[in-house]
């Protein structure tokens, strides 16, 4: 044993400057850390509202009629399940309201047969061509004869005229309410296009104002055989046949 000691020096200067190295290190490293922990976080945070970004647009899509919005999303997670859930919602509401749109056609097509069913009834029945006998025709009028009713006559008595080959014509005023000037101007052209297909036309059961209209329209009654009934009409002209 010698007794030697071994004696080590180390100024405070070169002592603090190490402390002082590791302490900035450890900040460095935490600031690092931080950022990193930053940027993990937004990153994330951007994975998960980026696609409930897009499900709320989509959803606004929606409720503005625009039924075929998806969300492009897949995946496993919650985010993917609820894409998935979104998507399977949209096309259940797109493939209902085809539907709805489909019946609603659907019935817009049956209206319309309704509509042109009855308008062909109607036709037929404010132009009720009877025949009577071989080359005898009776039209029983009823209501209001206006312009246009007027027109629907002469076109459907002048096709009865030709189709029966008829020589007798009888038009039956007596339910006629009211008869406007031009519709009284329309039966002497009726008159004239019965006579053209052979056809001699009678009026029976003329009320007053109706025969006042007429007496005061330019029509040729001579060329008009006028009954005081349908009865008298129907017994002078069949025994004729």
């Known amino acids: 044993r010698l007794g030697w000691a071994l004696l080590l020096y180390q100024s405070e200067e070169e002592a603090l400057a190490l402390v002082d190295r590791t302490i900035w290190t450890g900040i460095m490293t935490a600031i690092a850390v931080s950022v990193v922990a930053i940027l993990v976080a937004l990153l994330l945070a951007a994975l998960i509202t980026a ?3 897009r499900m709320a647009q989509a959803a606004r899509a ?11 999303f897949q995946g496993r997670n919650e985010i993917g399940r609820l894409a998935a859930s979104f998507n399977a919602m949209a096309q259940a509401v797109e493939t209902r309201r085809q539907a709805e749109q489909a019946a ?4 817009l097509r049956l209206q319309e047969n309704i509509i042109q069913l009855q308008e062909a009834t109607l036709k037929e029945l404010a132009v009720p061509l009877i025949t009577l006998a071989d080359h005898v025709l009776l039209l029983p009028l009823i209501g209001t004869i206006d312009q ?20 007798q014509v009888i038009l039956d005023m007596t339910g006629v309410t009211h008869m ?3 519709s009284a101007a329309n039966l002497g052209q009726l008159v004239q296009g019965c006579r053209l297909l052979g056809a001699e036309v009678a009026l029976a ?26 009865h008298t009409a129907t017994e002078a002209l069949l025994k004729t046949e």
Do not use: C, K, Y
């Open 180 to 182: 406007d000037e031009w």
């Open 148 to 167: 246009r009713r007027s027109q629907q006559l002469i076109t459907t008595l002048l096709a009865g005229v030709a189709q029966h080959r008829a020589s």
């Open 205 to 230: 059961g003329l009320r007053p104002h109706v025969a006042n209209m007429l007496a005061t329209t330019a029509i040729a009654t001579s060329d008009i055989t006028i009954f005081s009934s349908l």
């Open 62 to 72: 929606i409720a503005s009629g625009d039924f075929g919005q998806r969300i492009p």
């Open 51 to 53: 696609p409930l970004a």
């Open 104 to 107: 609603q056609a659907e019935q």
